[in-house]
């Protein structure tokens, strides 16, 4: 009777508490191939700013688009660990993030018909977003993305696809028919109404209802004042251009999340609470040039996978103001970041790694799975947006604040002191609320990895602790210690 009861009970916490699909996954490779050290090549200090890493970087990143895209052509599967989303939802993460990449390179008026340089595959950029969005918005196809409603994932991809839609309307919403029109605004206005997280989430179906509107969608309206979701998101503001991120509070997710929503909001509808969002991007960018150093940057928080997207104020400040942040400190930035990140194991099969170096469980989060962390692709988003003549390729290179002199910035509203040294181009943040506490990082433990494959969902540690409540966190020496 009682090995009767120990099987019903893992029989229910397998059907209530495991991600789906989770045999379907697969591991990423380990090693370095000939397309990653062909991409650390490329970034090696060049001579005088050019475009050239970031199409290898582009090519790269395509390579993996080719290989892990499924067969319908709506999710990419990329290896990796799985997050408690289960397999489905991490390949329509996968689409979402990655597709936003490719359709910036379309926007900037680059070739769309491109040849996969590993496999020789020619690949149309055109064809293959058209496919996966009407593959994924039908609900009669084997690759839809799903009904959702009330605090599901879904609700924040649908700011990714809805940029992919936006950013290619010239080249496939307006070849569309009203019927796939139609089908594509219904999974997108999914989200109306829905109840989520009151931290960035808020922004995903304010970016939904401001690109529907641009394209002319009847009953879309998006006006800043009337809309519930961008208020809302707006009483977490705190300062300097920062947002809380309840529940934990101030972190980097400014720099890749709320950074990122705000500057598509207005990009797209430059009267959308045009006055707060353009100087609230004016104040990030210039926090943001004072938290990069010529050594990574100070990592602290939630989802530190996005790490390569943190130079997404300064290119957002550069796209919408060109003189609130000039293209050569906006660019110098970018390139400081992912060349950090590129010679620190950042890549592996044609996608970025699951840690903050290299792959690193530990620092994982239960919600993030191998398409994850392609969030981390935005600050490549941005700068594709800019065309292979443009300025912002051919400025020269000027020095972020670190590399001119030592600063100690004091952020009372956020409850931070920023300091940089000129004399090894590190960063620190200091917290004083936190004074007097240093918590190590938690293990990977071996009973952690024996457990999942069990229940069949991800048993990594919790790391706020460290994460949130360290005096100090600095470029020097990061959070994530020795374990990747």
Not at 15 to 34: E, K, L, M, N, Y
Not at 118 to 127: F, H, K, R, V
Not at 450 to 474: G, H, K
């Amino acid at each position: 009777m009682g090995m009767v009861i120990v099987i019903m009970l893992y029989a229910y916490a397998l059907h209530h508490f495991s991600a789906a699909g989770w045999g379907h996954f697969f591991p990423a490779s380990t090693q370095d191939g000939a397309a990653e050290l062909a991409v650390k090549r490329e970034f090696q200090p060049q001579p005088q700013a050019n475009e050239r890493p970031y199409r290898a970087l582009f090519q790269y990143f395509l390579s993996g688009v080719v290989r892990f895209t499924d067969a319908i052509g709506s999710r990419i599967h990329y290896p990796g660990a799985p997050s408690i989303g289960g397999y489905q939802g991490t390949g329509l993460e996968g689409f979402a993030r990655t597709g936003t990449l490719l359709a910036a390179w379309v926007a900037s008026g680059r070739s769309t018909v491109l040849q996969d340089q590993d496999s020789g595959t020619s690949i149309d950029l055109i064809a293959y977003l058209r496919r996966g969005l009407l593959a994924g918005t039908n609900p009669r196809s084997k690759g839809y993305w799903g009904r959702f409603g009330s605090w599901d994932q879904r609700i924040v991809e649908t700011a990714d696809v809805a940029r992919i839609v936006w950013l290619t309307r010239d080249q496939i919403w307006l070849n569309l028919t009203p019927a796939q029109q139609l089908q594509i605004t219904a999974w997108l206005r999914q989200d109306e109404g829905a109840q989520m997280p009151a931290n960035v989430w808020l922004l995903s179906p304010v970016t939904v209802r401001v690109v529907l509107h641009a394209l002319g969608v009847p009953g879309v309206s998006a006006d800043a004042n009337s809309d519930d979701n961008y208020q809302r998101f707006k009483r977490n503001y705190v300062g300097n251009g920062w947002f809380s991120d309840p529940p934990e509070g101030v972190d980097f997710y400014n720099t890749w999340g709320m950074s990122y929503e705000l500057f598509w909001i207005s990009y797209i509808d430059p009267q959308f609470d045009h006055d707060f969002i353009r100087s609230s991007l004016n104040q990030s960018a210039d926090l943001t040039a004072h938290l990069i150093g010529t050594d990574g940057v100070p990592i602290m928080g939630r989802s530190i996978c996005y790490r390569t997207a943190v130079p997404v104020p300064l290119l957002a400040a550069n796209l919408l103001d060109d003189q609130s942040m000039q293209s050569g400190m906006a660019r110098h930035g970018l390139d400081l970041i992912w060349r950090y990140f590129v010679s620190n194991g950042a890549l592996q099969d044609g996608a970025l790694t699951q840690g903050y170096r290299g792959a690193d469980l530990r620092f994982l989060d239960y919600y993030s799975g191998p398409g994850s962390c392609q969030w981390g692709l935005r600050s490549l988003v941005l700068a594709m947006l800019h065309g292979p003549e443009s300025e912002f390729w051919q400025s020269p290179e000027q020095q972020l604040p670190v590399e001119r002199g030592d600063y100690r910035m004091v952020y009372d509203k956020l409850g931070w002191i920023v300091s940089g040294r000129q004399a090894d181009g590190s960063v620190t943040i200091e917290i004083p609320r936190n004074a007097g506490h240093s918590p190590q990082p938690r293990p990977y433990s071996w009973w952690r990895s024996w457990l999942e494959p069990i229940f069949r969902r991800p048993f990594r540690p919790p790391q706020q602790d460290t994460e949130y409540n360290r005096a100090v966190y600095s470029s020097a020496l990061p959070m994530v210690g020795d374990g990747d």
